[in-house]
């Protein structure tokens, strides 16, 4: 395989690694900041009121409802989901059917036209062979790249329909969940 195939997946394996651990840790760092504001509310809610009753009572005021739902633990929405499954499977089908077409136009040269006027010279045959197949060699790698990246675009493709057949069957679409499931 050639060297550039090579250096290539290595380096798409970088950027998408490094992509993935950032993104975790602005969620991670997203979610203490809304779990320490949860928890600084909670506690200062529980050391303003000195009876349990007077904590019942004002958690039925609609104000009081009003303001633990405003700090409520967000979670992932199923349309972020999707959204993400279909863009990076949009993404890998363009850039898998991109190699494929580099794959066809690479410049080989014709071969059978420099081995005919090689004939008899059978140290120049050898190495006009040579060149051929590693040409088809780096053809096939970038055709093999495109074909890889587009199959993965269409499972993710496919994944982001599943995904939102799934979220409208079970009532997620809109943010809420009307029935237990399980």
């Known amino acids: 395989m050639d060297e550039r195939f090579a250096i290539m997946t290595v380096?798409?394996?970088?950027?998408?690694?490094?992509v993935t651990i950032l993104k975790a840790g602005l969620e991670h760092f997203k979610r203490s900041k809304t779990e320490r504001l949860q928890f600084d509310l909670y506690n200062k809610v529980l050391d303003k009121f000195g009876t349990h009753q007077e904590v019942v009572t004002w958690l039925q005021n609609e104000g009081a409802q009003g303001i633990l739902k405003a700090?409520?633990?967000?979670?992932?929405?199923?349309?972020?989901?999707?959204?993400?499954?279909?863009?990076?499977?949009?993404?890998?089908?363009?850039?898998g059917a991109g190699f494929m077409a580099v794959s066809t136009q690479m410049p080989t040269p014709d071969?059978?036209?420099?081995?005919?006027?090689?004939?008899?010279?059978?140290?120049k045959e050898w190495l006009i062979f040579h060149d051929a197949r590693r040409d088809r060699e780096q053809v096939a790698g970038v055709n093999a790249f495109g074909i890889l990246m587009l199959t993965a675009g269409l499972g993710l493709l496919a994944g982001g329909g599943a995904s939102y057949y799934l979220s409208r069957k079970f009532n997620l679409i809109n943010g809420e969940k009307t029935e237990q499931i399980g």
Do not use: C
Not at 111 to 123: I, S, V
């Open 71 to 95: 700090i409520e633990t967000p979670k992932p929405m199923a349309y972020n989901r999707i959204l993400n499954a279909v863009q990076g499977g949009m993404l890998a089908v363009i850039l």
């Open 111 to 123: 071969y059978q036209a420099q081995r005919a006027a090689a004939a008899g010279d059978p140290q």
């Open 11 to 18: 380096l798409v394996s970088l950027i998408v690694g490094v």
